[in-house]
């Protein structure tokens, strides 16, 4: 299945893809190693925002270790009895002073996009935002139906276990 294949998809995707971009050049920019903690906040505040234009409130809990960011969690209550939750992170994985070394950072370089967490995972929480957006577009009767959670890890790259019991209490 491609894209081409389903002209109003496209028209849609296309449509919001700029602001999608804006949306990762924002995230990309702070560094969210996740010991900043400062920086792994300030992402959850971008998320927030974003996910906020499509009738979503933030829930925010500290993570156990208090080095951490706190985890969030996104929800939008749908008509029916049926609910979706996708699982994102809000961390990545190099300090700040090993991104400016490396000059690792937003680079656009023809149709591709390099930076910190472009692809793990802050381009998979705005692919979230851009897919929720193209289907409240397309098939608005699904998306106002079921009940939408975004669980959000504050420090998926230390894998601990406070953020799974959290989302299944959430489940």
């Known amino acids: 299945m491609h894209v081409e294949e389903f002209p109003a998809l496209r028209s849609i995707i296309e449509h919001h893809l700029p602001e999608a971009l804006k949306f990762l050049e924002r ?3 702070v560094n969210s190693f996740t010991a900043n903690r400062t920086g792994v906040l300030r992402n959850a505040e971008l998320v927030a925002a974003q996910f906020r234009k499509l009738g979503f409130v933030e829930e925010r809990v500290p993570a156990e270790n208090p080095v951490f960011g706190d985890h969030q969690f996104l929800r939008r209550s749908g008509k029916g009895r049926n609910g979706v939750m996708l699982v994102t992170h809000l961390d990545t994985v190099y300090p700040e002073e090993e991104e400016k070394r490396h000059r ?5 370089e023809a149709e591709r996009i390099y930076g910190p967490g472009v692809n793990d995972n802050k381009g998979g929480t705005v692919m979230i935002w851009l897919v929720l957006s193209a289907l409240r577009e397309l098939e608005p009767e699904v998306f106002e139906s079921l009940s ?4 959000a ?6 894998l601990v276990p406070d953020f799974p019991q ?6």
């Open 148 to 151: 939408w959670q975004i669980a």
């Open 153 to 158: 890890n504050a420090a998926e790259e230390e």
């Open 166 to 171: 959290l989302c299944r209490a959430r489940m």
């Open 27 to 29: 995230l990309v920019a």
């Open 104 to 108: 690792f950072s937003w680079q656009l």
